[in-house]
Each structure stands twice: as C-alpha cells, then as structure tokens.
C-alpha cells in the first residue's frame, strides 16, 4: 500500500507507533547498558580480589588484571590472552539456545532454580574464576599442555579458589550438587572405551567454535570430579605449583 493510500488519522496512528517503538528501543538499550555497568563492576571487583589473592602468597603477577569487556553475542565465557581480555555474556543478550540449554538443566536441578541463577553462578562466578586461571597460566605455565591439560587446570582452580572461604565453599558446594544432577540427565560426552583427554583434544575445536552441549558437560565433569578429589591441592598449593620457577619439579 502507498502513503497516498493511508489516511491522515493512519498516518498519524502510523507515526505515534513509530515514536512508542522508538521509545522502547531506547531504554531497552539503556537498561542493557545499565546491566552491563553492574556486571562489569561485580565482575572487575572478583577479578580484584583473585589477583589480591594470588600476591598474598608472595607471587608476582607480571601481567596486570584482564579487562572485562561484556560481548553482546559470542561463546559465554573465554580468555583473549593475545589482548588480555576476558569476555562475557549476560543472560538477557545470550543466544536463544545457550537460554534454552540452562533454562533446560535448571529444571533437572529439581530445586526450583531457574536458567538465570544457574547461568550466573555458573559464569559470573565459577567459570569467570576459570578463565582467570587462562589468565594465570599464560604467565606462570612453562611447559607445554594440551587443550584438556590446561582446561582441567583451570577448573580445578576455579573450585580450589571458590574453597577457600567458608561461605563461598558452601556456595560451591550446592552448585556442584546442581551439576551432578544435570549430568546424570545429559549423554557423557565421552563415547565408552575412549579416553576422555584424547576424546576431548580430538573434538576440543569443533566443540568450542559450534557451541557443543559436549564441550560444557566435559567442563561440568572436571568441576564435580575436581569437588570430588579428596587429594585436591588447596588454591594456595596450585598457585605455588604453577609459579615455580622452569626446571624445579612440579
Ligand atoms: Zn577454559
């Protein structure tokens, strides 16, 4: 239809709707840039406080504290360690299926948590912890690892740090629970008779770049199994094994 067509009441009716939609894309974009400020400032002040407790064991850090950026569509959670930048996501400007898939493993929780919740402990806490670790390990790390090596390492920090204090630890705790039972519910990401470090070497590319469920149920794995590790090194003793200087054992 042309706009001789339209009458000037439907045109005036045309224009008032144009304004509202206008007026809701604006503060939609605000409220976005709103919810970005206050995960940008939770999250520098965790980054803070990792960094403050990696000095506290008398470690030198050379590189200064990633930058936060908060991605507006990407992979939820990864380390730039050519930038120093680790990037996120928030839940409302997460990919439909990334929602679907916590929104999913929530109702397997069976404790009335919902996709939200679950997605924030998850990455705004335990996973943002992990890809500090990344952050740590491009520093300190001084032999070579594969892709299984150095993720496993990187959750076993997350759970060693999140351990250390009494609060957090209870925290952790009931989230490993969560884990538990989402994995029971999901097909292990790993075919019987292979071995998970080889299996997961094998796919870790495909996996990361198509937003595989495979690639976070191994990651869901490694966090209970590291829970699990009666044996688990305190973050203390990580930290310490990892900055050791080259050639002394590990
Ligand atoms: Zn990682």
């Known amino acids: 239809m042309s706009l001789d067509g339209l009458s000037r009441g ?28 206050a995960l940008l400032s939770t999250l520098n002040a965790r980054a803070s406080r990792f960094a403050s407790d990696v000095r506290a064991q008398g470690i030198n850090i050379p590189l200064p504290v990633p ?31 990334a929602r ?16 939200k919740s679950l997605f924030s402990e998850s990455y705004d806490r335990l996973f943002f912890t992990h890809e500090l670790a990344h952050w740590l390990q491009l520093q300190f790390r001084n032999q070579s690892a594969d892709h299984y090596a150095l993720e496993l390492e990187a959750n076993r920090m997350a759970v060693a740090y999140w351990s250390q204090r009494p609060n957090d630890r209870i925290w952790l705790g009931r989230l490993v629970e969560r884990y538990r039972k989402i994995l029971t519910q999901l ?20 996996w990361v770049d198509n937003g595989k469920l495979e690639y976070g149920t191994s990651q869901l794995t490694m966090v209970v199994q590291a829970w699990d590790d009666r044996d688990r090194p305190t973050f203390a003793e990580m930290i310490h094994s990892l900055a050791k200087p080259s050639g002394t054992s590990r």
């Not at 439907?10 to 400020?37: G, I, M, P, W």
């Not at 679907?100 to 996709?115: E, Q, S, V």
């Not at 097909?187 to 495909?206: E, H, I, L, W």
């Open 10 to 37: 439907t045109l005036r009716h045309f224009k008032n709707l144009v304004v509202a939609s206008l007026l809701l894309l604006t503060s939609a974009t605000a409220q976005n840039a709103t919810a970005d400020r």
């Open 67 to 97: 930058a936060i950026r908060i991605d507006q569509d990407a992979q939820v959670a990864r380390y730039d360690n050519e930038k120093n930048v680790v990037h996120m996501l928030r839940w409302d400007t997460a990919s439909m299926r």
């Open 100 to 115: 679907a898939t916590f929104n999913l493993m929530a109702i397997y929780c069976k404790d009335g948590t919902t996709g």
């Open 187 to 206: 097909p292990s990401p790993v075919p019987n008779g292979q071995r998970p470090s080889d299996y997961f070497n094998k796919n870790y590319a495909a």
